[in-house]
């Protein structure tokens, strides 16, 4: 197959750095770190912040902000730091954060999508938004972005990355809507006295502070205090709630400086291969989704994000006894009334589900096994089905002898997608001798793909430690498609 690779190629680059909170210890340590500061003169501590402000104001935006914003959060904890002069509570600010080097060990797993905006650009050409799991120290993996732009010969142009990077902000007091959050609850197995008093206290539509203050209600009710099963009831409640959540960039900062860094305790560990899909809703709108894993050391789990223009991000928890696993996919529409969804529950195939709700997940068909020996390991889907004429052309990855990842395809009915209609017997791309090396040799993975003027645009990681980009004609993957009858 005529399947060629670009001299595009994205690097992880050790100087991108993030500004994150730094707590060395305890409140004990906290408070004697302070006193050792405020133990400096007035002299010694307007030079000090002028040199660490000349040293890093270069590579972080506004980083006079940064520093007052780490003081004010330090000063929660100490009562007796009011009225302190600007330069110290700047020097207090800066001694509890720390740089982070956010891909200093890989950049790698994208997923493409088309850019929201579209203007300014020659006839044919499309310009795109690039995710790319960022991986640093610790191995604690991020989203973040790139933009570029496919010409109409091909030619794939990434736009290079600006210097600041920027966590976004979190909307302090987000708005639930009551009956889908009792689904949830009801999901989780949390449906007893405690959790209906504290429900019976919210209307319709309630905010994070409301639900704050139906708990602490609850707590204080009884005498004696809340038993170990209502204890159990408030801090599964509570999780719930600050596991969906709503985050907002500022329009100023370009898509490049913008980072999704693990925020809850599900994703302390690291948020892990999204695949974002331009999603089309019954009304002809579009939406971004991007269903990602979640790791908080131990345990993995499945969650989803939603924007429509990159600079708003809803994360949301997936329900129901099917949302478990890695490598979960959203088809682009609903199909017969349904959002659909590719998974793998059992670490080796690949599965089908239906649902009425994006946030729902309870039955699971299985749809392939693997079958060719490069794919012996494991199958797994690579990112979100691909609508085309001939049916929903999926790309796969299969896992075979010394765990080399190879990338493959399949195509399904476009109107029953629990068929297999076709089925590539060997892969499309697999690791040559210049991408075997890296952070984990011999993988080449993607996790989502487009079609641009006929032409199957594959991003994909080197190694789990780089990224490269492949073309290959759409008709060309097409053809070579055999019957699934035909697979031994």
């Known amino acids: 197959m005529p399947l060629k690779r670009t001299t595009t190629f994205v690097y992880p680059d050790q100087t991108r750095v993030l500004l994150r909170p730094f707590l060395p210890g305890g409140p004990e340590r906290v408070a004697g770190i302070v006193a050792r500061i405020m133990a400096l003169s007035d002299e010694c501590v307007g030079q000090l912040v002028d040199a660490i402000i000349a040293d890093f104001s270069r590579r972080h935006r506004n980083i006079r902000d940064l520093f007052l914003e ?17 330069p110290r509570r700047l020097l207090i600010g800066s001694y509890f954060l720390a740089e982070y080097s956010l891909e200093s060990a890989a950049l790698f797993n994208p997923s493409i999508v088309p850019h929201p905006d579209q203007t300014a650009l020659p006839a044919g050409a499309l310009r795109f938004v690039l995710s790319l799991r960022a991986t640093g120290e610790g191995h604690i993996s991020s989203i973040t972005f790139r933009t570029g732009v496919i010409y109409p010969d091909q030619r794939i142009e990434v736009a290079p990355p600006v210097g600041f990077l920027t966590e976004p902000r979190q909307i302090p007091n987000p708005l639930y809507e009551k009956p889908l959050f009792e689904r949830k609850l009801s999901e989780l197995g949390l449906t007893g006295d405690f959790t209906r008093r504290v429900m019976n206290r919210l209307g ?46 500022q329009p100023d900062q370009q898509l490049s400086e913008r980072i999704l860094f693990p925020a809850t305790p599900s994703q302390r560990n690291g948020i892990e291969d999204a695949r974002f899909v331009h999603f089309q809703n019954d009304d002809g709108s579009h939406v971004y989704y991007a269903t990602f894993t979640a790791f908080d050391g131990r345990v993995i789990v499945p969650e989803l994000v939603q924007t429509s223009d990159f600079l708003d991000f809803r994360f949301i928890t997936l329900n129901g006894p099917a949302a478990e696993n890695k490598g979960m996919a959203i088809f682009p529409r609903k199909i017969g009334g349904l959002y659909a969804m590719l998974s793998r529950q059992d670490n080796e195939s690949i599965y089908l589900m239906f649902s009425d709700n994006v946030h729902f997940w309870n039955e699971r068909r299985l749809l392939l096994k693997p079958a060719f020996p490069w794919e012996l390991v494991q199958l797994g889907n690579c990112g979100s089905p691909i609508e085309t004429d001939a049916g929903w052309l999926v790309l796969s990855h299969g896992v075979g002898p010394m765990r080399q990842y190879s990338i493959g395809a399949f195509l399904l009915d476009r109107d029953d997608p629990c068929k297999v209609i076709g089925r590539l017997r060997e892969p499309l791309l697999k690791p040559n001798e210049s991408e075997r090396e890296g952070y984990v040799p011999n993988v080449v993975y993607t996790c989502g793909a487009l079609i641009h003027n006929g032409e199957l645009i594959i991003p994909y990681g080197l190694a789990d430690h780089a990224t490269g980009f492949a073309t290959v004609p759409l008709a060309e993957v097409l053809a070579a498609m055999e019957p699934e009858t035909a697979v031994p």
């Not at 780490?70 to 600007?86: G, V």
């Not at 708990?215 to 409640?237: C, T, V």
């Open 204 to 249: 319709e539509s309630f905010a994070l502070e409301d639900l704050r203050t139906g708990l602490q209600a609850e707590q204080f009710r009884l005498p004696d205090g809340m038993s170990p099963e209502d204890q159990h009831a408030a801090q599964g409640i509570w999780i719930l709630a600050r596991s969906n959540y709503q985050v907002q960039f």
């Open 70 to 86: 780490r003081f004010e959060q330090i000063h929660e904890s100490l009562s007796d730091l009011n009225d302190l002069p600007e």
